[in-house]
């Protein structure tokens, strides 16, 4: 692959083993262009997360978003639906923290943090201007093209990072 085509290939890969001792689970991985603090950034400033921190038909408000960037801490954010304003709030715990390499969370409904799938975000620098993201969820299935699909939002949201990170 090449440069000029890295901000518009499908990079997704699913990779079964992905998922922990019999956990369910899905990978993800996608490139950008994009220096690798930028990505980091858009996974853990809240202003730049509202931005893209949905899936492509939904909206984040900004006021919606909360972070507190270190072990044990929390964050928040709620998605909404514009036209019907139907909201979906979502919390998590952040696990492991290395600034700008990883980050590994929970991922789930507020009050339900601690027993929520897991989330690793892996970034790799391929060169000053190009990051490889590997996003692995444990803990879901694999439920690409069913209704309210968990892996297709992702990959949704993941369209909307690629826009935000390569501005």
């Given at each position: 692959?090449?440069?000029e085509?890295t901000?518009?290939?499908?990079n997704?890969?699913?990779d079964?083993n992905s998922?922990?001792a019999?956990?369910?689970g899905?990978?993800i991985?996608?490139e ?11 996974w853990t400033?809240p ?5 893209w921190?949905h ?10 978003v909360?972070?507190?960037?270190r ?7 709620t ?5 019907t304003?139907q ?6 715990k952040?696990l ?6 990883r980050?590994d ?6 009050g339900?943090?601690?027993?929520a799938p ?10 000053a ?7 692995t ?7 690409s093209?069913?209704?309210a ?5 992702w ?13």
């Amino acid at each position: 692959m090449n440069a000029e085509n890295t901000d518009t290939t499908d990079n997704t890969v699913t990779d079964p083993n992905s998922a922990q001792a019999g956990e369910p689970g899905f990978t993800i991985v996608r490139e950008f262009t994009a220096p690798r603090a930028r990505v980091w950034e858009a996974w853990t400033n809240p202003d730049v997360m509202a931005r893209w921190f949905h899936p492509e038909t939904l909206v984040t408000p900004r006021e919606s978003v909360s972070v507190d960037l270190r072990v044990g801490g929390e964050y928040t954010y709620t998605m909404r639906i514009p036209d019907t304003g139907q909201e979906f709030p979502t919390a998590g715990k952040y696990l492991h923290i290395d600034e700008p390499v990883r980050l590994d969370f929970t991922w789930g409904s507020p009050g339900e943090i601690d027993n929520a799938p897991r989330v690793s975000v892996a970034l790799e620098e391929i060169d000053a201007d190009r990051t490889r993201m590997t996003f692995t969820l444990t803990g879901l299935p694999d439920d690409s093209g069913e209704d309210a699909s968990v892996y297709d939002g992702w990959s949704s949201a993941f369209v909307e990072l690629r826009a935000e990170v390569s501005a």
